[in-house]
């Protein structure tokens, strides 16, 4: 298996930096759809907008810091994302969190099936837990059943 070694003080194989690379950029995009939704989620929804903003920069931090301790040059993030919706009111700012949330948890469970390092294992089951757990109150925010999906991280 090739390995990232350019000056690194971890070796990860390719398809694992890879696969961090993409969860990089969804955790990215998470950030920034937290405070798009922020604009149109009532006041009672700030606690939990902080705690998975807050949750999702220290998720992204941590990912740059195990690219970089690989040797590899973390993804920068984009100046913006498209929601795969448009968002106009609390409902559909809820759906964009739940796909934001799914869509870090597809690249974690990503994470867990191209790496054997125990490490990045660990934040990848961490990620993919905390996404799932946030992903069920942003599905029953915006009011979409199930609200529990049986495989979280499962494309």
Not at 28 to 45: D, E, I, N, R, T
Not at 47 to 72: I, S, W, Y
Not at 112 to 123: G, H, P, T
């Amino acid at each position: 298996m090739p390995t990232t070694t350019t000056g690194g003080s971890r070796e990860l194989p390719e398809e694992t930096v890879d696969a961090l690379q993409k969860a990089l950029g969804t955790e990215h995009a998470a950030v920034w759809v937290y405070g798009l939704a922020s604009a149109f989620l009532p006041a009672a929804a700030q606690p939990a907008l902080t705690e998975g903003a807050t949750a999702h920069r220290a998720r992204r931090d941590a990912t740059e810091r195990l690219l970089r301790d690989a040797g590899a040059t973390p993804a920068a993030s984009a100046p913006a994302y498209l929601p795969p919706n448009p968002v106009t009111d609390a409902a559909s700012a809820a759906a964009m969190l739940v796909s934001a949330e799914n869509d870090t948890s597809v690249a974690w469970r990503g994470v867990l099936e191209r790496s054997d390092d125990q490490d990045v294992r660990r934040a990848a089951v961490d990620a993919l837990t905390a996404s799932a757990v946030r992903a069920v109150s942003w599905r029953q925010r915006a009011g979409q059943s199930p609200a529990v999906v049986a495989f979280p991280g499962r494309p």
